[in-house]
Nanobody
């Protein structure tokens, strides 16, 4: 079992930056692929970023909509995954969810592929 707790959301202006954090419980954090999804009002959950587990070399993937602006990283000592969000846009407004996946697959972008979800943190970007 893995429990995920996000933090760092808030209200910012377009062009600002935010860093989301996700603290994971459990001793096997380093073996999980970690990622971020988001859900805007009236829309389906959307893949944002993924950092794969050790068997896939810790490869990183981004949605095209955030590539070049967002950076995912992890600290296996602190059991934490981060999402650094720069040059934020109003269309980035959403609830952001931290996710964990126990598989050894390098790339997964469907919400149903992920075993564990955090409770979400709201990010609001004003124009």
């Amino acid at each position: 079992q893995v429990q995920l707790v996000e933090s760092g959301g808030g209200l910012v202006r377009a062009g600002d930056s935010l860093r989301l954090s996700c603290l994971a419980s459990g001793r096997t954090f380093s073996t999980y692929a970690m990622g971020w999804f988001r859900q805007a009002p009236g829309k389906e959950r959307e893949f944002v970023a993924r950092i794969s587990g050790p068997w896939s070399g810790g490869r990183i993937y981004y949605a095209d909509s955030v590539k070049g602006r967002f950076t995912i990283s992890r600290d296996n000592v602190k059991n934490t995954v981060y999402l650094q969000m720069n040059s934020l846009k109003p269309e980035d407004t959403a609830v952001y969810y931290c996710v964990a996946d126990s598989s050894t697959v390098s790339y997964r972008a469907r919400a149903n592929d992920y075993d564990y979800w955090g409770q979400g943190t709201q990010v609001t970007v004003s124009s």
